[in-house]
């Protein structure tokens, strides 16, 4: 009978941290090619997400310096190698609300990101046409690119330069 009830409590409290983890704590940090810097993805309850400029564990949400935007149906393309006064560059393709960030650049259509580093050669907003650069590949080796999927039940997708499936999506995606 003990045993039973000690089995039962052990369940309990494991499902518990379990849901608290998936559904509260579980981030991603995403770094740049050198591991100098890195980004901070918190999908949490409620279809919200934090984007963070450093690596954040903190159990309770940010009070300054980062990016909140939905997990459903977002994108997130991010330049850490800027070459200008930005410490990394995002564009988010949900809204989004930025709280304390003078030293990061965020665009609200990832097309304006691809445009702005030549990845894509035009863009033609209303027909949705995009005329990749033949020299995509190239390009997103010298700027250190990352391109993230929040589209995922558990968990997120980084799709990382001269990867098959980063050209895939990017080619389908309008």
């Not at 941290?17 to 918190?42: A, E, G, M, P, S």
């Not at 580093?117 to 690119?145: A, H, W």
Request: glycine share 2%; with cysteine; hydrophobic share 35%.
């Amino acid at each position: 009978m003990k045993k039973r009830r000690i089995i039962k409590i052990f369940i309990i409290i494991t499902t518990i941290v379990f849901l608290y983890y998936q559904l509260f704590y579980k981030r991603y940090y995403i770094y740049n090619k050198d591991k100098t810097k890195v980004i901070t993805i918190w999908p949490t309850f409620g279809n919200k997400c934090y984007i963070i400029p450093k690596k954040y564990k903190s159990i309770i949400s940010p009070q300054k310096d980062y990016i909140k935007t939905k997990n459903y149906k977002n994108y997130f393309g991010i330049v850490f190698d800027t070459k200008d006064n930005y410490d990394f560059k995002i564009s988010i393709y949900n809204d989004f609300e930025i709280v304390g960030l003078d030293n990061v650049k965020v665009y609200s259509k990832t097309d304006s990101l691809l445009l702005e580093y030549k990845m894509l050669d035009s863009l033609n907003y209303q027909t949705g046409i995009r005329n990749v650069n033949p020299n995509q590949k190239i390009i997103e080796k010298k700027i250190d690119f990352v391109y993230i999927d929040m589209n995922r039940l558990f968990g997120i997708k980084v799709y990382y330069p001269n990867s098959a499936q980063l050209h895939r999506v990017r080619k389908i995606k309008k």
